[in-house]
């Protein structure tokens, strides 16, 4: 009688488990679309800043020496960001 009661529950446990298991799966097939788009996002961002950074800098520096200063601290940011 204990052996079928054992039993039951551990065949019970493994039913739940396994679909937890597949609603996990959903879950990160769901995150992972979600922060391939973030990452896709993000390097087309960098893209546009280096594109315009300078033109933007050259705009509004008052002297040209100091037009790539924001992209340098872009880079710095990202450095400091990383570690």
């Given amino acids: 009688m204990i052996r ?3 039993w039951a529950e551990t065949a019970l ?4 488990t396994a679909v937890d298991e597949i609603a996990g799966d959903a879950r990160a097939r769901s995150n992972v679309a979600r922060l391939a ?3 896709a996002l993000t390097g087309a961002n960098s ?3 280096f594109a315009t950074g300078s033109i ?3 705009t509004l520096a008052p002297d040209i ?3 790539t200063v924001p992209l340098s601290m872009y880079v ?3 450095g400091a960001g990383v570690q």
Wanted: charged letters at 10%.
């Fill in 4 to 6: 079928g009661r054992v």
């Fill in 56 to 58: 933007i800098g050259a």
């Fill in 47 to 49: 893209a546009v800043i």
């Fill in 13 to 16: 446990m493994l039913d739940v």
């Fill in 76 to 78: 710095v940011g990202l």
């Fill in 65 to 67: 020496s100091l037009a």
């Fill in 37 to 39: 788009a973030a990452q």
